[in-house]
């Protein structure tokens, strides 16, 4: 969330320097990203986010959400804060809510949502800028750049940390020449870390059924995918016979024997069945056969010719049709 802070943002250098100090080790599987840190004393601050939160907003591969939180060095400011960012890659924009404050003198609160606005800060440009990214990479591209820890855009890989363990971490480790506020609430800061523990834990539920959805969301891009390139090859690759088979696409072999009646031939093949249907076209003209004197004798004589018509079913219902021979466009082709 936006910050009044004075932020000034640390090249790789900086930031590695900063994952050193903390005594960050990498583990096989990673989470949690060092995306900024930066200001001058009493007013630091850093910023993490977790990779696991993000997922993409209704199957958009330009719109992510992702979940951040920043710690706070000055006594003016809350201990720290996190929130959900959705981030509009397109339009360079984000929108702002489940925002946590971990204030100084009380208990944890709800913060105000934030409506679309560019970024308002350099830790919000950090956090777009990872979002869009990290968003638009594969798992499999993503866990390489994790244990690699080389980062393209000069993100630091920090590994499952948790929140409580952050926060004491940027003040034993970080920010050593500093001095940590001292808690006025009566809530003493046990109970406040077990809030926070408590928190996480309900969110990694929330992760769970994000990383379903997003997982079934990919399923269902990829599937659509699919199904555009093969209209798209099949298209170019049956263009004479296309005006006239691509309404058929998607219906269920009862309806097409109902229309065409049975297929020459049939068979299976794993999960795809198929139907071949051949048409036949006959040509006429007139062979010289002999000539006496000058007179030319003829006779009607006639070429054949077949193309055969194959669907392919999955599910029981057409996914795609080839053809083979000749004549097809007069055959199969519009009338």
């Given amino acids: 969330m936006p910050s009044d802070t004075p932020a000034i943002a640390l090249k790789k250098p900086g930031l590695i320097a900063a994952a050193l100090m903390l005594g960050i080790a990498v ?70 809510d489940l925002v946590q404050i971990s204030p100084r003198n009380g208990a944890l609160r709800r913060g105000p949502d934030v409506s679309d606005h560019p970024p308002a800060d350099v830790t919000e440009q950090q956090i777009m800028t990872f979002a869009c990214d990290k968003g638009q990479k594969s798992q499999a591209r993503r866990a390489e750049e994790r244990e690699a820890n080389n980062d393209p855009r000069n993100f630091i890989y920090m590994g499952p940390i948790s929140l409580p363990k952050v926060v004491d971490a940027a003040w034993e480790k970080l920010w050593t020449d500093g001095k ?104 006429f003209y007139d062979a010289q056969v002999g000539q006496a004197g000058n007179v030319a004798h003829f006779e009607k004589r006639e070429n054949q010719f077949h193309c055969d018509l194959t669907l392919a079913f999955r599910s029981g219902v057409l996914e795609d049709y080839f053809t083979a021979g000749d004549r097809c466009q007069i055959l199969w082709g519009p009338k």
């Fill in 180 to 283: 940590r506020p001292a808690y006025s609430s009566d809530v003493p800061i046990a109970e406040q870390n077990d809030r926070v523990e408590q928190i996480m834990k309900e969110k990694e539920k929330l992760v769970a059924q994000a990383g379903g959805i997003a997982a079934q969301s990919q399923r269902d891009a990829d599937a659509l995918a699919a199904l555009q390139k093969r209209r798209k090859d099949r298209l170019k690759r049956e263009k004479e016979v296309a005006p006239a088979l691509e309404d058929w696409i998607g219906r269920t072999e009862a309806e097409l024997t109902d229309a065409w009646g049975q297929p020459a031939t049939s068979s299976d093949r794993g999960p795809v069945r198929t139907l071949v249907y051949r048409r036949t076209h006959s040509e």
């Fill in 27 to 96: 583990p096989a599987q990673a989470n949690q990203w060092l995306v900024y840190t930066g200001g001058e004393r009493p007013n630091r601050t850093f910023t993490v986010v977790d990779e696991d939160y993000i997922s993409p907003e209704f199957n958009s591969d330009t719109r992510f959400k992702v979940e951040a939180a920043t710690v706070y060095e000055a006594p003016s400011q809350p201990d720290w804060t996190t929130a959900n960012y959705h981030v509009d890659c397109q339009r360079k924009t984000l929108r702002i």
